[in-house]
């Protein structure tokens, strides 16, 4: 890490300033995978046009060279089951009328199954080394997960999240972090939903009531805050 000991960063965001300490901040890209943002995939056989999320990932590159670059904590979760599926609940696999089931064999391998290209995350995103990988088998990142040891052993009490999709891994996400005392900053676009008014509405519930859940910005300004507040990344570019 590097010498940003005294450094306080300060974000606008909504409902009000999101303010950390570098040396206790970590970024989630929540379930990146090409089974939720690619043809082919989980996300497409539930019926949904998977070309909704694309618009996250060039935002979230950012945030993700920036954290690079500061060597902050990076963190990618993957959601998935294990290969002999036993860690899938028959209400997971069962629910709706999906045109292949997870553990089934689609044209990237087998859904939402680990080891399988679909379940992996996309290139444009994909983990280097000294990032955690996170298989977690639920929506939210903490359930069944190490999760919240990794964070605490790493001193972080705040938040940076990204990925799809909002109303669902994030959220679910986002509301654990809360109730377990974490800070966390949902960043508008580097998130995206299926479905337009989800999106809208898991974003407002969020931080309405004074931040019930927690703070939305964007990718700007975080990044504009970090140059702000740490001048050498501005002069690294
Ligand atoms: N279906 C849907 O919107 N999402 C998921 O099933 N998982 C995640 O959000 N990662």
């Known amino acids: 890490m590097k ?8 974000v606008p965001a909504e ?8 040396t206790r901040v970590a970024l989630l890209c929540i379930d990146f995978q090409r089974d939720f943002v690619e043809a082919g995939g989980f996300g497409e056989s539930l019926g949904n046009d998977v070309s909704t999320l694309r618009g996250a990932i060039a935002p979230t590159r950012k945030v ?10 990076v963190i990618h979760t993957r959601e998935g089951h294990r290969e002999d599926l036993s860690d899938l609940f028959p209400s997971k696999r069962d629910r709706g009328n ?14 939402l199954t680990r080891g399988s290209k679909g379940h992996d995350i996309i290139p444009e995103l994909y983990p280097i080394e000294g990032e955690v990988v996170l298989d977690k088998p ?7 997960t190490d999760l919240e040891t990794i964070l605490r052993a790493g001193g972080i009490t705040h938040l940076i999240l990204t990925g799809v999709t909002t109303e669902v891994c994030v959220q679910s996400t986002a509301r654990e972090a809360n109730d377990r005392g974490f800070d966390c900053l949902i960043l508008s ?4 939903s299926y479905f337009p008014e989800f999106y809208e509405s898991a974003l407002h519930m969020f931080k309405a009531q004074g931040g019930i859940v927690g703070w939305v910005g964007t990718s700007t300004d975080l990044l504009t805050a970090v140059d702000a507040a740490i001048p050498e990344i501005g002069e690294s570019k």
């Open 3 to 10: 010498e940003t000991k005294n450094a306080e960063i300060r």
């Open 15 to 22: 409902p009000y300033e999101f303010t950390f300490d570098p």
């Open 64 to 73: 993700l060279d920036c954290f690079r670059e500061q060597d902050w904590m």
């Open 98 to 111: 999906p045109t292949l089931r997870i553990g089934d064999i689609g044209p990237m391998g087998r859904l």
């Open 138 to 144: 639920g929506k939210g990142a903490f359930y069944g």
């Open 189 to 192: 676009d580097c998130t995206g």
